[in-house]
């Protein structure tokens, strides 16, 4: 039975450093190749050692697959294509080859020149890493060789996020990445046909959750930011540099509009101006609302909210900062944080999730007190809120995922393995198949059924049907001639095939005796009897008595034999071709039941 092998080099049972090996039929893709936020040491990029074992990865591996341009599923990328090798194709959608390139170079001098880490990957390294790319349009199927075939479907969550359906011969894999079921104010919800996978693997980041009105979510985060102001405090709100800040923006904008709200709104620099223009480049990327808005205003030009200058978080008085990156780990939201953290009267609003061993996960978890590298320690006594404003599927978009695209079999990656668990059952509840949630490094092997396409001449679907109940419910099977030629298989009509094949015809013909016991009649007054009853019974068919006395129905012949002693009464010989074989059979019942005597 063909298979399929999975095996995470991260995000299994973890968020974090993205990448899945799949093979299947043979080929091995890799999905993402990303960094983990809660690490400074190997441990942030994938353990590349478990398939290569020190060789250039170009041997190993067919193709790689980027999902989307955040740092977790293409922050490893230059490191394992220029530093451990590979150069085979790259795959992602033109605005994640557009903006990846920026968040890896920012990621780097974060890294490199103000950490002053060796042993990571070089500006050139990131250009030629992306001279290896392919761009993929939304439901275009890429040919990677005569057997690996890829398609991309949207998947909401940031600009330019896509899920890829890999499909080698009869098996397939649809690879979600981060996905959003629900559109949000600057993007619409993920698509994917009905393509029914062999295998569906999914992120499962809010596996026990299912989020409550965004409305009101919307309504509480305005409120927050408003009564802070409001008492002269500043909020800080740590987010990344697309995404959840476009999302946030559009609503802090409007409301500050709304409301005449005086107090600034500030944008760590640099990103996001470049982040906001490659919103305004692919606007077919962006949700319904904003495409149709687009000629008469552009959502992505703020009037209220202002480019930021590190200078600005020492001013007095109330001020709103969007700073990167989201979880508080590093850059100048960190750098901010500790400036305004010791003040009661300053917030923290954390929107999304955040990776154990970032600050932003300590802060959430209650800790009020933390410790830095080369800084004296800070206690924490801002207010500090978590609000889910993330891009993310939730326990019921999954479930409503799964329903819709149909797989044979589903295996959970980028999640905590306690909230795996209570989705891996509740999967195999519903919907009745098998889910897995390999750790890093574990591989599943998954049996998979071989499907063998056959095409059915429509002359002989036509035929066929005509005999079909009219229910659409009730399984219907058809008899047909099976043609293999050129390893293409048909299902065709016997005489198509006989034509087609220059083939003689031979007909079979079955045949039946029963005997009748003497009753007196002569063979002739007992056939035109058994006419008479046969057309009574079978109205519908076309009963013929002919001049030799025998009866004919289709091709099913029914005459008396000639050799009978006329004292142990008549022989009745009933016969027909295969294709008959139903109404030979209905006939050979009709005449026991007349009879009450049994066939030879």
């Known amino acids: 039975m063909p298979e399929i092998k999975v095996v995470p080099l991260g995000a299994g049972q973890d968020v974090g450093r993205s990448c899945v090996i799949v093979t299947v039929g043979g080929k091995n893709i890799m999905f993402d190749c990303g960094m983990h936020m809660g690490f400074n040491d190997d441990r942030r990029f994938p353990d590349f050692s478990f398939i290569n074992r020190g060789a250039p990865l170009t041997e190993f591996i067919d193709c790689v697959i980027i999902t989307h341009f955040h740092l977790d599923h293409c922050g490893a990328l230059p490191y394992m294509s220029e530093l451990v090798g590979y150069e085979g194709p790259i795959y992602m959608t033109h605005p994640t080859k557009a903006i990846c390139p920026l968040l890896l170079e920012d990621y780097r001098k974060i890294t490199v020149e103000k950490k002053g880490e060796t042993n990571f990957f070089t500006s ?124 946030l923006c559009i609503l802090l904008e409007s409301y500050w509009e709304r409301m005449n709200l005086k107090a600034p709104i500030y944008f760590s620099t640099g990103l996001t101006e470049k982040a906001n223009n490659y919103y305004k480049l692919f606007i077919t990327w962006t949700s319904q609302k904003i495409k149709k808005t687009f000629v008469q205003r552009n959502m992505f030009e703020f009037k209220h909210i202002k480019v930021f200058d590190s200078s600005y978080s020492d001013n007095p008085g109330a001020m709103v900062v ?110 009745n198949i098998n889910c897995y949630k390999p750790a890093n490094g574990e ?108 009866i004919s129905a289709e091709s099913v012949l029914i005459k008396v034999s000639d050799e009978y002693e006329e004292e142990d009464g008549p022989t009745l010989l009933v016969s027909w071709q295969l294709q008959d074989e139903d109404l030979g059979s209905q006939l050979m019942s009709i005449l026991r039941s007349s009879f009450h005597t049994s066939s030879h």
């Open 443 to 550: 591989t599943v092997t998954i049996e998979t059924q071989a499907n063998i396409p056959v095409d059915v001449s429509l002359s002989l679907l036509k035929k066929e049907a005509a005999k079909f109940s009219p229910d659409p419910k009730r399984p219907k099977y058809f008899q047909g001639t099976l043609v293999i030629q050129d390893n293409n298989m048909r299902l065709i009509h016997p005489t198509q095939a006989i034509e087609e094949l220059k083939l003689k015809e031979h007909q079979i013909r079955f045949t039946s005796s029963i005997a009748v016991p003497n009753a007196g009649k002569t063979p002739s007054a007992m056939m035109q009897q058994l006419f008479t009853q046969i057309k009574d019974t079978l109205p519908e068919r076309n009963i013929q008595l002919a001049a030799d006395g025998s």
């Open 322 to 431: 969007f700073a990167t990156p989201g979880m508080l780990h590093a850059g100048v939201s960190l750098h901010i944080f500790k400036k305004w953290a010791p003040d009661p009267q300053n917030m923290v609003i954390m929107p999304g999730y955040c990776v154990a061993g970032t600050v932003g996960h300590k802060i959430l978890n209650g800790c009020r007190r933390l410790e830095f590298d080369n800084h004296p320690g800070i206690d924490v006594r801002m207010a500090v809120e978590y609000m889910s404003f993330s891009a993310h599927a939730d326990a019921k978009g999954i479930m409503q995922l799964i329903q819709h695209c149909e797989p044979k079999n589903v295996l959970l990656v980028h999640g905590e393995d306690a909230k795996m668990d209570f989705l891996k059952k509740k999967i195999e509840n519903e919907f």
């Open 124 to 247: 050139q390294n990131i250009k030629d890493c992306m001279k290896k790319v392919v761009t993929v349009n939304l439901h275009q199927s890429v040919k990677v060789d005569d057997e690996l075939e890829i398609k991309a479907y949207y998947a909401g969550h940031v600009l330019g996020a896509g899920m890829f359906l890999v499909r080698v011969g009869t098996q397939s894999v649809l690879y979600t990445g981060d996905y959003n079921m629900t559109p949000d104010r600057h993007l619409g919800a993920a698509w994917v046909d009905k393509c029914r996978p062999s295998l569906l693997i999914t992120e499962s980041t809010y596996a026990t959750t299912i989020r409550d009105s965004k409305r009101c979510r919307e309504k509480d985060f305005l409120k927050k930011i408003h009564d802070c102001v409001d008492k002269g405090g500043k909020v800080l709100i740590p987010v990344f540099a697309l995404g959840r800040a476009q999302e």
